[in-house]
């Protein structure tokens, strides 16, 4: 999952209105430069990286580009293929199931562990703060890798266990259960960032309230439940979101999967997958560049549906 | 995937040739056009290796550095640089990637012989005959021969080749009282047989992911699931009479339960090759040396011996994996480059190299007469001479089967059809259909005119 974005989004702050006619208009001029000056890194690789691929990809995916014919125009072909495919259809889905599953039980345990945190009656906070948020810190790479070995029906340690104990070998890597597999890899990796984020958000939550709240006589858990968890919502706001979008995207996890249990999870698993082996196995170029786009549309309503539900839901509290 | 297997295939055993390939080649180029690549006029090659030139070679092969010593000796003003770019699975992207961008392509190129008409239909490989490759073509089996070539037209040199046949533990036979079988209905009752005397037994596994193989044993049954009309234009039958013979068989096997359908070149299915699980492996000319290395405690147990056959007395047999080397279309050094694709699968100490220090099984027939190959026994099975055995098996190859130019689909489409249908214990007859599908239909996206049922 790519849930890479950085949690606090900085609050732009208006620049103060000088009236022009008490400043040279150069000065003002040299202002607007240097102030371009500082933004240009950014924006040139943000232009360079992101508007310029996505521009060409969205140019790309007007196209059908054949092995034998060549480049042909073909407007929204390509998508109209895409919505009709049932391959990329089966994928979203399952990943619409993955989200609905995964996504609740890791920000539970994220909050559950921020609030424990919060709390101050954890002994050695720090260390268990750094021990849930290690997993993040692995790459994707290596912690699929690492549970690939941990879910093998011979040599992992799980089925070792439970062959010892005469439960049989589990199937964590069968069509069955591979989903589940996923979650449970995706969950380890993404509940302590998640925490981080939510934890962060309850330190700079004002002590007052919780003073107020000692002298009408709440106890912990009422505070946890009528004051913090409220307070922190803009946060598990943007949790939800990042997790939304790094569930469509999901590849490295599934990908590297694959090449222990080819028979569970296919070339076209998830989304991004399918747009993979659209490029490097059947040279659908242009028909990839479709489906990415289609993904990426999936995502912004989902996450808007997301958005709009939690609004409506604040206005209604 | 079939990732994972592809790379073995390489690990094989030895090739010798034709060696004076090259001074043959040279002298027969007495027009002297430079390759325009009709594939008439001829290049003057003598002219054209005295050049200096710098070229660079892909291949996944490991030491092949050793035979392209032997190349830069006898021509010393051209230099090879060799670049292992990955495993057939990681070098077709790149190799893809770079032909798309127009720029970091190599000059040369390991390609397996089922890749060369996928890449030559994007026209990104080389003509070889102007630069004299119809002259190596007699050193060559002719039916690898003819998965490189097009009419006259040569697109790649085949580097070695994957005749299959059975390895078999025969501690595991005696202990059932099984004897070898012969045909594809006792391979079936000795199946069921094995897995009831010891249900933690197979007698083999049917791979859902390997594609190639699983075309190995079409091949053997006499199925040819394309037939090229023309550059744009091909049949595919992959459901034939034969293909739904072979898949109402293993139909039977897998559902009952007889033979297993672990993924192979996986770490279960290594374990599976050392424990016993499986007691045959179905598998190419490269398998022996490749087991070797793999199930290490199990030496001195297995056999070698031709695939079980169709009907009693035939003696078929298909191809699964093999190489060839290709030199890419944009190469600034065409004559230097094909010279060097040559040079290395056909010249006698090169061959007689890539099968004693890299373990390619050749492709050329003066090495699979050789007595040294051929009499070279392996304890590992019990000091069997495998090379004789797998070198009868090559010459009972048809050599009549082609490849669609859209492979990497159509192995990738495998997994999503007959491989699940494995996985989910189903009909594979019907899951073959369905194969034909969905390959006919990519095809007529990207373009092909397709015929066939």
């Not at chain 2, 070279?376 to 490849?403: A, C, E, M, R, Y």
């Amino acid at each position: 999952m790519s849930q890479t974005v950085p949690p606090a989004a900085a609050r732009r702050v208006p620049p103060p209105v000088v009236p022009k006619s008490r400043r040279p208009w150069r000065s003002s001029t040299r202002e607007a430069l240097t102030a371009y000056g500082f933004v240009a890194p950014f924006m040139v690789l943000f232009a360079a990286l992101l508007v310029v691929p996505l521009c060409y990809a969205g140019y790309l995916s007007l196209f059908r580009s054949q092995l034998v014919g060549g480049d042909v125009f073909a407007g929204l072909d390509n998508y109209r293929r895409a919505l009709d495919d049932p391959l990329f259809r089966e994928g979203v889905l399952r990943m619409a199931r993955f989200l609905v599953v995964q996504v609740p039980v890791m920000l539970a345990a994220s909050l559950l562990f921020a609030l424990a945190l919060d709390s101050g009656r954890l002994r050695f906070p720090r260390l268990i703060r750094l021990g849930i948020f290690v997993p993040y810190a692995i790459p994707s790479v290596i912690a699929a890798l690492m549970w690939g070995y941990l879910y093998g029906p011979d040599f992992g340690p799980f089925a070792q266990l439970a062959r010892d104990v005469g439960l049989g070998t589990p199937g964590f890597l069968s069509p069955h259960w591979i989903l589940a597999s996923l979650a449970n890899i995706v969950t380890w990796e993404f509940v302590g960032y998640n925490m981080i984020i939510m934890f962060a958000a309850l330190q700079s939550v004002s002590p007052t309230l919780y003073e107020a709240a000692a002298v009408d006589g709440a106890g912990a858990f009422r505070v946890a439940w009528h004051i913090k968890i409220p307070a922190i919502r803009p946060a598990l706001l943007l949790s939800v979101i990042f997790s939304v979008i790094g569930t469509f995207q999901l590849f490295n996890e599934p990908k590297l999967l694959s090449a222990l249990a080819p028979q569970a999870i296919n070339t076209s698993y998830t989304p991004n997958m399918y747009a993979y082996t659209l490029v490097f196995t059947n040279q659908e170029v242009n028909y990839s560049s479709a489906v990415s786009f289609l993904l990426g549309a999936v995502i912004v309503v989902v996450s808007y549906a997301v958005q709009l539900a939690s609004q409506r839901k604040a206005r209604r509290s | 995937m079939r990732s994972p297997t592809r790379g073995r295939r390489s690990r094989l055993l030895a090739t010798a040739a034709g060696g004076l390939a090259l001074l043959v080649l040279a002298a027969c180029s007495g027009g002297s056009t430079a390759g325009s690549g009709n594939g008439t006029k001829s290049v003057d090659m003598a002219a054209e290796l005295k050049k200096p030139a710098t070229i660079e070679f892909w291949s996944w092969v490991d030491g092949i550095q050793s035979e392209v010593n032997l190349f830069e000796k006898k021509y010393p003003n051209i230099k090879v640089k060799v670049v292992n770019a990955g495993q057939p699975a990681a070098e077709y992207p790149k190799l893809r990637t770079a032909l798309k961008a127009g720029s970091g392509a190599p000059d040369v190129v390991q390609l397996e012989a089922h890749e060369v008409s996928s890449f030559t239909i994007t026209k990104s490989l080389l003509d070889l005959a102007p630069y004299g490759a119809n002259s190596v073509k007699s050193k060559f089996l002719p039916w690898a021969w003819s998965q490189v070539s097009q009419g006259s037209s040569v697109y790649a040199i085949p580097q070695d080749t994957g005749p299959m046949g059975m390895l078999y533990r025969k501690d595991i036979f005696d202990k059932y009282h099984i004897q070898v079988p012969t045909t594809w209905a006792e391979f079936a009752t000795a199946a069921e047989k094995l897995h009831k005397a010891d249900p933690k037994a197979y007698l083999t596994n049917m791979s859902p992911s390997n594609g190639a193989s699983y075309t190995g044993l079409l091949w053997q049954a006499g199925s040819r699931p394309f037939k090229s009309n023309s550059a744009t234009s091909f049949d595919v039958n992959i459901a034939d009479a034969p293909a739904k013979k072979v898949s109402d068989y293993w139909s039977g096997l897998v559902k009952s339960g007889a033979v297993s359908t672990d993924a192979d070149f996986t770490d279960q299915w290594y374990r599976g090759l050392a424990s016993g699980k499986y007691a045959t492996w179905l598998t190419a000319a490269w398998g022996p040396l490749f087991l070797q290395g793999t199930a290490k405690g199990t030496s001195g147990k297995w056999r070698v011996a031709p695939l079980p056959q169709w009907s009693a007395g035939e003696s078929a047999s298909g191809n699964t994996g093999g190489s060839t080397s290709a030199v890419v279309k944009s190469t600034k050094y065409p004559a230097a480059a094909a010279a060097f694709a040559e040079f290395l699968n056909s010249d006698p100490a090169s061959t007689k190299m890539l099968a004693s220090k890299q373990s390619l099984f050749p492709a050329t027939t003066a090495l699979l007469n050789d007595q040294s190959f051929l009499s070279t026994s392996l304890p590992f099975f019990g000091g069997q001479k495998v090379n004789q055995v797998f070198s009868d098996i090559s010459k009972t190859v048809s050599t009549d089967f082609t490849w669609s130019p859209v492979q990497d689909y159509v192995f990738s489409d495998f997994n999503d059809t007959v491989g699940k249908a494995m996985t989910n214990k189903q009909d594979l007859t019907a899951a073959l259909t369905q194969w034909q599908k969905s390959v006919t239909t990519y095809a007529k996206q990207q373009g092909f005119t397709v015929g066939g049922s």
